[in-house]
């Protein structure tokens, strides 16, 4: 049964990952997402988490638990891991395999201060990261929650999009998304119609239903049936720049088939506004509330907000942007979602654009109002 | 016995991936020699289907397709940490992690001692032969006081690790072994006593071979030098036993 | 666009910042109202000083940070330059005394100053009762927040301790009592 409760972000994790029937979280403590793992980590040795075969483990260090979450999937079940700023830094060894291979890891990413250690509390400079992170070309799937409750919604999401999609799938929150607390709804993904995608595993499967011939970029893998038996075997280091260009191909090929089918977005305000508002995740958030501040003082404004960063909405964005007279890009950081907004409207919609840019620090709706209102 | 190996009557393993050989390492390598002794303790214990092997970054991924057997290979250094994850995932699983001495005492190093230190339910298998093979002959945390090597051109310095008498004082219960590929009936013994720990879920079980890397040490034109070096020079400094 | 009631708190790490702002808005919400909490947290948890920020409203509230507070709540003197850019004309202030001695950059907003370490140590005998001193001020100062109706929604935020000992609950109910009447 649906149940509203005040809820922390990280415990809003926590329960989406057990909703989504996630089974094992490998991780390390950081803050500001230490909580997913506490939560976690209290369900696995409790009588219920036992039956359900609930897996926890504290790695050596952020690099150790996002290898074990390779080897989870690998073996077929719902794996995740939850970490943020320095750790997210580390564990971009492990996704890039992931992308390589396509596999499905998951992880709930809360950003925090950067450069470097910086504060442990918020920032949104981990989309470079989160979105292109490693040394690939960022074929990963990235959902930017702006709520509590969409917290939970996007964190059993990520689970059915990785394992439908194969691809790296990641929910990028934040410190205060992480740390606040308020209503959140929890309720079963059964109860709204929505159905859970069984996890299948690429090593030692003898009854596999999905083919990895397709899914895994060829060059990458061998197999051999002897007796009725399927011995599957892997490999990320190839020996040619042309085998090397043949997964890229076959990845991106992948990509550019289900980008259309993945890609959200949302847009708020007037149709007719002349000031098109470009945020995300929590600064979405306080840009409506400022739409609504600005709504008061007689102006018109209007906000676009990525849902997922990574395929990023460029169609509607383009839509959005070629009504505006002038966009606004406000962001806790410098030129990292504008970068994506530049690039997305480059050649094809001509409207100046002006970067409200405050990196590792937060955005109020009063800040947003007073951007707008200057223009 | 499959019909590959049967048309060639070899004296290879049955999970021996006859179509991937002859196999890539160089003339004299130990690893083929290890990978030998696994697979024909894999036969013995008829495990086949329940293997899966990890393999490091290095001249181990050149086993990526050595076997008919499940296998991954991973990044440098973390295979350790991949067959932790699919263990802890799938219990039923036999998981190997196949690492070199650089993945496993140096770049990896802290997850083999925690791994060690946690008693994970995996095997470890790490192949010392003193250098960076793969990657031109650099030092190793492996490599022996005075050996000349790429990046220590004026010898290397007094220290090396010891792995399975370092893992051994993490952990009194693992099963802990340093083989020598000279001594192949010797090894394949202990692959099946490790894999028979492994199966019963007794906890860490951690192998390192003695293995010669001829390129490397310069001596591929002459066996008899690279078995005194094997012998003489690497297992004085690593003995060869249980711990 | 009715905006919602908007409290910030600050005072050394260990006097309890985060657990009552915590408690505040947790508990409103019990009551059946909108809120939100947010910790302002850092690396210096012992020896520096913590921030949280609450609010409270009809309507959903998207963001948990603000820039003006309706309720500025010190408990130590160093708090009060730290959160001193969350004052705006008609701000209500709530002081702790025991720590805060100098008043002069705050005197015009007429604080409540109350001396809720003092009160719980030397008239309650419990010095942990600290936090519902101060938390009984803050309640008469919050509109739409009734004494009662807190009271009950901290029977349900407490059940726990309560079950463990009784007598705690009494003893809350008093410190809660003895806060709120110390504003008039």
């Known amino acids: ?375 | 016995m499959n019909a590959a190996h049967a048309e060639h009557n070899l004296a290879f393993p049955e999970c021996v991936r006859i179509e991937s050989k002859p196999h890539l390492f160089c003339p004299g390598c130990g690893h083929p020699e290890a990978l030998k002794a696994l697979g024909f303790a894999i036969d013995e214990l008829g495990i086949q289907k329940k293997v899966a092997l990890g393999v490091d970054i290095g001249c181990s991924l050149l086993a990526w397709d050595y076997f008919n057997l499940d296998t991954i290979e991973t990044h440098h250094g973390r295979t350790i940490p991949v067959m932790v994850g699919m263990k802890r995932a799938n219990p039923d699983a036999l998981t190997i992690a196949y690492v070199g001495d650089g993945g496993a005492y140096a770049i990896g190093s802290g997850h083999l001692l925690n791994a060690a230190e946690r008693d994970e339910n995996i095997m470890v298998i790490v192949i010392n032969n003193a250098v960076y093979a793969m990657t031109g002959g650099q030092e190793a945390p492996t490599t022996l006081p005075g050996m000349i090597v790429d990046t220590a051109p004026c010898g290397a310095d007094e220290y090396f690790i010891k792995g399975p008498q370092l893992v051994r004082e993490i952990n009194p219960t693992a099963f802990v072994a340093r083989g020598i590929t000279s001594r192949q009936l010797e090894l394949r013994k202990l692959m099946k006593d490790a894999l028979k720990f492994h199966m019963e879920g007794r906890g860490f079980v951690f192998v390192e071979v003695l293995s010669p890397c001829t390129l490397n040490w310069k001596t591929m034109d002459n066996p008899h030098k690279t078995f005194d070096f094997l012998e003489r020079v690497l297992a004085r400094a690593y003995p060869v036993g249980r711990f | 666009m009715k905006e919602p009631f908007k409290i910030v708190i600050c005072g050394e790490g260990g006097q309890g910042v985060l657990s009552i702002a915590k408690i505040i808005a947790h508990s409103a919400w019990l009551q059946g109202k909108q809120a939100v909490y947010v910790p302002y947290f850092s690396t210096e948890k012992r020896g520096g000083v913590s921030i949280a920020f609450a609010q409270i409203g009809d309507e959903p509230i998207p963001y948990p940070r603000f820039t003006k507070a309706d309720l500025w709540v010190v408990m130590s003197q160093r708090a009060i330059p730290r959160i001193a850019e969350y004052l705006q004309d008609g701000t209500k202030i709530v002081a702790n005394s025991f720590l805060v001695k100098d008043f002069s950059a705050i005197e015009k907003w007429k604080p409540y100053a109350i001396d809720a370490a003092g009160i719980a140590k030397n008239r309650l005998k419990k010095p942990r009762t600290f936090n519902m001193i101060i938390l009984g001020a803050m309640l008469k100062l919050i509109p739409g927040m009734s004494k009662e109706s807190f009271s009950q929604s901290l029977e349900k935020t407490f059940k726990d301790k309560y079950e463990k000992d009784p007598s705690l609950k009494e003893l809350n109910e008093k410190a809660l009592t003895i806060g709120y009447d110390l504003i008039s």
């Open chain 1, 1 to 375: 049964m649906a149940e509203k409760k005040f809820l922390m972000g990280n415990e809003a994790l926590g329960r989406a990952a057990l909703a989504a029937g996630a089974k094992a979280l490998f991780g390390y403590p950081i803050t500001p997402t230490s909580e997913v793992l506490h939560f976690w980590s209290k369900e696995a040795c409790g009588p219920k988490g036992k039956e359900r075969g609930l897996i926890f483990l504290q790695a050596e260090d952020e690099i150790g638990a996002s290898f074990m979450l390779i080897g989870g999937v690998l073996a077929g079940t719902k794996s995740f891991t939850a970490t943020g700023g320095p750790g997210h830094v580390l564990m971009q060894d492990a996704f890039s395999m992931a992308e390589a291979m396509r596999l499905p890891v998951v992880a709930y990413l809360n950003q925090r201060g950067g450069p470097s250690t910086s504060t442990v509390i918020y920032s949104q400079s981990e989309v470079n990261l989160a979105c292109f992170g490693g040394n690939g070309n960022g074929y990963r799937i990235v959902y930017a929650p702006s709520n509590l409750q969409e917290m939970y919604d996007y964190g059993i999401k990520v689970f059915n999009t990785a394992w439908k999609y194969r691809f790296p799938t990641f929910l990028l929150g934040d410190g205060y998304l992480a740390k606040m607390m308020g209503e959140v709804e929890i309720y079963d993904p059964k109860e709204k119609g929505i159905a859970m995608i069984d996890p299948e595993a690429y090593m030692l499967e003898k009854k596999r239903v999905r083919p990895l011939e397709g899914l895994v970029p060829s060059p990458e893998l061998e197999i051999r049936r002897e007796d009725g038996v399927e011995y599957a075997c892997f490999r990320n280091c190839l020996n040619y720049e042309e085998e090397t260009l043949k997964v890229n191909l076959e990845i991106k090929e992948a990509w550019d088939a289900v980008a259309a089918e993945i890609v959200e977005h949302e847009v708020v305000g007037d149709p007719d506004a002349e000031v098109l508002i470009v945020a995300f995740g929590i600064v979405a958030a306080s840009a409506k509330t400022a739409i609504k501040m600005l709504a008061e003082k007689g102006i018109k404004a209007r906000l676009f907000r990525p849902i997922t960063l990574r395929p990023f909405p460029d169609e509607a964005m383009r839509q959005a942007a070629a009504k505006a007279k002038r966009i606004v890009v406000a962001e806790s950081a410098i030129n990292q979602l504008a970068r994506f907004v530049k690039d997305c409207l480059y050649g094809r919609v001509n409207v100046p654009l002006t970067e409200y840019a405050r990196p590792s620090i937060g955005i109020t709706p009063s800040e947003i109002v007073d951007v707008v209102a200057k223009l």
